[in-house]
């Protein structure tokens, strides 16, 4: 699966609608990079939730 875009409103620390558009690489590689608290996670969790519902931190893995 590869992502196209991703459009996010109200989701985490993305208050007002912001969108990722992952398609505007020639090479098929996106980096997502940024400062400490910059949102890179957050775009992440989107996608896991858009996908199954949930975010990645509802995900447990204490018992590994």
């Known amino acids: ?4 875009r991703l ?3 109200a989701f985490g620390s993305y208050a007002e609608e912001v969108t990722v558009n992952f398609g505007t690489d020639a ?3 996106f980096l997502i990079t940024g400062d400490t608290g910059a ?3 957050t775009i992440f969790d989107a996608i896991c ?3 199954y519902d949930r975010t990645s931190g509802a995900v447990s893995y204490t018992h590994l």
């Not at 699966?1 to 196209?4: A, E, L, Q, S």
């Open 49 to 51: 939730y858009a996908l």
């Open 1 to 4: 699966m590869k992502p196209i």
């Open 7 to 9: 459009v996010m409103s």
């Open 39 to 41: 949102g890179k996670t």
């Open 27 to 29: 090479h098929g590689i």
